[in-house]
Each structure stands twice: as structure tokens, then as C-alpha cells.
């Protein structure tokens, strides 16, 4: 059984990502209770397994790690290395794991875990486990200090879910008219 307690890759790019990087918080204290975000290209039900072609995020309430181990599955220790949320039928899901769990402080986000484990999407009163970032410093601050920030920097939000509205384009060119020369 795999406690999934340091569950991190990192993968160094060939070229620059034209996505700006959230910041990654190494503050081990996370408060239960507060919100987090959580965003991935994941299905949105545990009946299919459909990547979404859009970025989603859900928002999900941190627990405490005690109240976690008593909601989830005992085969699996819940340890320091930890982090829950959610349980409120808000989660990752299949193909979102390593998708980030993010807060935000003074208006700016910060990962604070990695999606790691869980029983299922999004059930009540059962939150989903992320390695948290903090537990694993060490390994990740590295690689921090290498890779620059990029110039022009795409926004990381996610891109909204229902279409917004265009012009539709003539297919028609508009006729013009020239003099003859003399």
C-alpha cells in the first residue's frame, strides 16, 4: 500500500510555457476551515472518464487532518504530509491528479497541496487528500530558483465554461469600386 505521503513530480520544459506559474507557499499551516481552489482538465462526474477542454476549478473548505481520518478510508494514514478538502459534492476527479490546491492570501494564489488521493468525486462529507508542498520544500525549492518567469505571461485562471457570445463575419467581401486611370 502506497501512503502516498511525498506524491510530487516535477518536469523541467523544453521551452518556455507561455502560462504564468502560481507561486508555491511553503507555510505548513493551512487553516481548516478556510476555502481553497482546486482547478484541472479532470472529468466533472466519477460515471466517465472525458477530459474537459477547458480548465475547471471547484472550491473546496480545508479539514483538519483528524476530522479527515475519520471521514475517509482507514487504510490509508492521513499524516503531516497531508492536506483535505472539500466533501461538500465539490472535488478533483479523475484525471486531475497533481492538480493544484490553491489559497489565496492578500490577493495573491499560492499551492499549498498537490491532488494525491481519494475515494471518489466529489462526496459529501468526504474530502479528497493532496501531498502538501510544504512537506516536500526540500525537493521542490531547487527548482524554483531555475526557472524564470516568462515575459508575457498567459493568466492562469481558468477559461469560463459557457461561450461567450461573437460577431459572426461577413463571407460576403463588400464591393468596392475604383476609377479608371487616364
Known sequence: LHDHQFDFAIFELETASKIAPVKVNFDPVVTPG??????????STGEEYTRSPVLLEADV????N????????ASVPIMDSHICAGGADKDWCTGDSGAPLIVNKAGEDYVV????????????????IYSRTSSARDFIEPYLSINPVPTNPVPTKPVP???????????????????PSC
Open 34 to 43: 478556510s476555502w481553497a481552489t482546486v482547478r484541472g482538465w479532470g472529468t
Open 61 to 64: 473548505k480545508v479539514w483538519d
Open 66 to 73: 483528524v476530522e479527515c481520518a475519520k471521514a475517509i478510508d
Open 113 to 128: 497541496g498537490l491532488a494525491s488521493l481519494g475515494s471518489s468525486c466529489a462526496i459529501k462529507n468526504v474530502p479528497g
Open 161 to 179: 465554461t459557457t461561450p461567450v457570445p461573437t460577431k459572426p463575419v461577413p463571407t460576403n467581401p463588400v464591393p468596392t469600386t475604383t476609377k
